[in-house]
């Protein structure tokens, strides 16, 4: 069987080209005779593959020199206990609640200090951005998180809280590289890279200088202190070498291909092609506010169960994978990332138009 379409929410579709890079160099990694899987994390070779892994994120997100990069293990989940720990010196911060992913990290800020919610749009099943214009932030916060695009609702912000001197910390895991960000705009901007940037298993954390400091919370573990891990290079521990190695691959794609604006050109071409459809289907409807939907996931349903789940299956044997919603909310979501070929896109509308055909 050839590769199918993957619309999986993450782990997700990786660069064809990066693969076979990847396999190509599977048992003899640049003449090292052996792969990057087996190379000791403190080697030359794997000294370089890091370094450059780093340049050149630097590079893809213009990331000011005040700027830490660090890559890490834990999954974004991890982050969720580690940026209140780090962060968290008068106790207090004030959490913007866009879906189950901000709220996750919510929850957790309470566990550490302070954590209150600033607004909501929990009241319609998350399927918008909570107003941020003239939010009232709390003077003493000591930062204010968001997550920038919500994963299981498809939606984004369509402009940035204004937070003057508090810190804006931003998860942007289901957002990565999809386009360019003004990093000085954020204290702390960090995701899983398994959506849009490599395997699971690394998450990528870009902290600003002021942010990493020893007056943490007493009980953080050291592995978990960013100061523990910018001194080495985040080298503290074995890293996940492997991953990093195919992030880095993904990084040198990224600027192949042109670079951030070149991707969010892409990614905006074939977004507009699924919500096209959708906004036009007598069968299908996309269930993310206009204003806010986003351009990496993209949920829908038909308004049967029946009919949600009969598409799912049909996708499959049409070569549509991984299609289905998330657990929580049921219908569809197709997630399009990078690495999802325009061509993938318009199977699935083409795919999409056929069974409404059939069953509309
Ligand atoms: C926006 C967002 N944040 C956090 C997470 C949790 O990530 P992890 O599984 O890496 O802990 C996810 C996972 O799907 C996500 O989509």
């Given at each position: 069987m050839g590769r199918v379409y993957n619309f999986s929410a993450g782990p997700a579709v990786l660069p064809e080209e990066v693969l076979r890079q990847a396999a190509a160099e599977m048992l003899d990694y640049n003449g090292t005779g052996m792969s990057v899987m087996e190379m000791s994390h403190r080697s030359k070779p794997f000294a370089s593959i890091i370094e450059t892994a780093e340049a050149d994120l630097r590079e893809l997100m213009a990331i000011p020199d005040n700027y830490q990069v660090l890559f890490l293990q834990g999954g974004a989940t991890q982050q969720f206990a580690a940026i209140p720990m780090n962060l968290m010196r008068n106790k207090k911060a004030d959490y913007i609640v866009s879906g189950s992913w901000s709220k996750k990290a919510f929850k957790e800020a309470q566990l550490y200090g302070e954590a209150r919610c600033v607004a909501s749009s929990e009241d319609e099943n998350f399927s918008y951005v909570p107003d941020v214009t003239g939010l009232a932030f709390d003077a003493e916060a000591d930062y204010v998180y968001i997550c920038q695009n919500e994963t299981i609702y498809g939606t984004t912000y369509p402009a940035l809280p204004d937070t003057g001197d508090i810190p804006l910390v931003t998860d942007v895991s289901s957002m990565f590289l999809s386009e360019p960000m003004d990093v000085s705009r954020f204290g702390l901007i960090y995701g899983g890279?398994?959506?849009?940037?490599?395997?699971?298993g690394v998450t990528i954390v870009i902290v600003r200088?002021?942010?990493?400091?020893?007056?943490?919370?007493?009980?953080?573990p050291s592995i978990m202190r960013y100061t523990t891990q910018v001194k080495a290079k985040s080298l503290s521990n074995t890293p996940p070498a492997y991953g990093i190695y195919i992030c880095g691959l993904v990084f040198q794609w990224l600027k192949e291909m042109g670079g951030l604006a070149v991707m969010a050109e892409r990614n905006r071409e074939k977004a507009a092609i699924l919500y096209d459809y959708l906004d036009q289907s007598k069968l299908f409807r996309g269930t993310a506010r206009k204003e806010d939907r986003s351009l990496m996931n993209v949920p829908f349903v038909t308004g049967s169960d029946e009919l949600d789940a009969l598409f799912v299956a049909e996708a499959k044997s049409h070569?549509?994978?991984?299609?289905?919603?998330h657990r929580s909310v049921g219908g569809m979501r197709a997630?399009?990332?990078?690495?999802?070929?325009k061509a993938g896109v318009e199977a699935l509308v083409a795919f999409m138009a056929e069974f409404e055909e059939n069953n509309g």
């Open positions: 890279v398994q959506k849009n940037i490599g395997p699971a200088d002021d942010l990493v400091r020893e007056d943490v919370l007493p009980f953080t070569g549509i994978e991984s299609i289905k919603g997630s399009i990332y990078n690495a999802m070929p």
